[in-house]
């Protein structure tokens, strides 16, 4: 008998409809007691003043493996994701070459099973080496458990291949998840476009490159009983656009992603690459516009789209250097920082935002404390101040501009599967 037992926290599960003080009793990697616990069996933690929650979920981060090891690793990225409190995490497509086969699922939840460290859950490309043209082989990669499909880091651009996807995935019960953007609208640009990209003489990307196509796909949706799941919206516009679907019925959900609830497009004025991502930083009113949307519900799940990149590619000139910035150690604080300290949302809504939500997108079982499900628990000091140090990341990046910052929360425990897979040692 392997038994784990967390005593005395603030047991939040929204999945459950649960917010109060008690105790988890684990047993053989299951919850086995949800409540006041008398057995004193095994492994005791005492969670006194820390919040005890579903094991977060962060369903968009870029492991680079297979291709660019360099860069990250599934072993690197799944200690990331504990250390941040993530036990579950889904690895974007866009590696080399590109998982878009049931070959490279299979590789992917090989690697991440003898890591035994976070669940990785890979989502398949849709079309054939992410090329937009052809649709990859759907099917193999349902059989090969693939979770969703996407081509991130670029959006589909052909509706009829968009439309065909949409039918297949509905066939599969797979949602499709887009990266929406414009590639004609959005060519050349490598920040927003408007005031702060004329006076740093940068080309920008118009807003509309993602509205356009986010307004086109809930078309093609409409056309279809498929889910579309929109990846890290960043406009004013585009809030409003997916508020207005919902109500019309479309099947439609969305995330955000730290980055544009807390940084606006004026951090770019140094040329700092680390504010180098796409879709990029906008401006003060669109993050507004996105944290109501967090707060109104039009927005379904955080996701950090952590996307590690070497340095010696991110010290390129602002043109030339990758997009994307690393966050999955730091997320939760992120979170906490934008949406928990300004009154914005609170505690249950928001784990709710990175457990049941992100699962219920993707039909994962996971999300939940019930008695019976996997004991993937994370324990959250809510009252934890740290500074952001990027030297101490498990990540094999440094690209993120978060170093230095300090936030006041922080998950102390990691347990997947019963095991701990993590807790902070200071
Ligand atoms: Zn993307």
């Not at 990697?29 to 069996?41: L, N």
């Not at 990331?80 to 049931?102: H, K, L, Q, R, Y």
């Amino acid at each position: 008998m392997n038994e784990l037992l967390i005593k005395n926290g603030r047991i939040i599960d929204p999945a459950n409809n649960v917010d109060a003080i008690g105790d988890i009793l684990v047993c053989n990697g299951r919850i086995v007691q949800v409540g006041i616990v008398k057995d004193e069996a095994g492994t005791i933690i005492d969670a006194k003043d820390k919040l005890v929650v579903p094991g977060l979920i962060d369903m968009h981060v870029h492991l680079r493996e297979p291709g660019d090891e360099e860069e990250e690793t599934i072993a690197s990225g799944s200690a990331a994701a504990v250390a941040g409190g993530f036990t579950s995490v889904v690895c974007m497509p866009n590696t080399e070459p590109a998982i878009d086969n049931e070959a490279t699922v299979d590789f992917v939840y090989r690697q991440a099973a003898a890591v035994d460290l976070a669940n990785v859950f890979p989502a398949g490309a849709i079309t054939k080496n992410r090329a937009g043209k052809e649709l990859a082989e759907m099917g193999q990669m349902v059989r090969g458990k693939v979770v969703a499909f996407t081509d991130d880091g670029n959006g589909v651009q052909n509706p009829v291949v968009m439309l065909k996807a949409l039918q297949y995935a509905e066939m599969f019960g797979k949602p499709i998840m887009q990266h929406c953007q414009d590639d004609a609208l959005a060519a050349g640009g490598c920040m927003n476009s408007g005031y702060q990209a004329t006076v740093l003489g940068l080309p920008g990307m118009t807003r509309l490159a993602e509205e356009l196509m986010l307004y086109r796909d809930l078309q093609l949706t409409r056309q279809t009983s498929t889910r579309l799941h929109v990846q890290h919206i960043t406009t004013a516009g585009s809030t409003q656009i997916i508020r207005q679907a919902k109500q019309q019925g479309i099947r439609v959900t969305a995330e955000v992603a730290p980055h544009h609830l807390l940084l606006t497009d004026e951090a770019c004025q140094d040329y700092d690459t680390n504010y180098k991502i796409n879709p990029p930083l906008r401006s003060r009113s669109d993050v507004k516009a996105l944290l109501e949307a967090v707060a109104d519900g039009t927005i379904d799940c955080l996701a950090s789209d952590h996307a590690p990149h070497l340095s010696s590619e991110k010290e390129l000139e602002f043109l030339l250097a990758p997009c994307g910035i690393i966050s999955l150690e730091c997320a939760l604080g992120l979170y906490v920082k934008a949406l928990i300290e300004p009154s914005i949302i609170d505690w249950p809504r928001l784990i709710q935002l990175m457990t049941i939500g992100p699962a219920g997108i993707l039909g994962l079982d996971k999300g939940t404390l019930a008695v019976g499900s996997a004991a993937d628990i994370t324990v959250i000091d809510p009252h934890h101040s740290w500074r952001v140090c990027v030297e101490k990341f498990r990540s094999k990046s440094r690209n993120c501009p978060y170093d230095g910052w300090q936030l006041s929360a922080r998950a102390v425990l990691t347990v997947v599967g019963g095991k701990i897979k993590y807790q902070l040692s200071d």
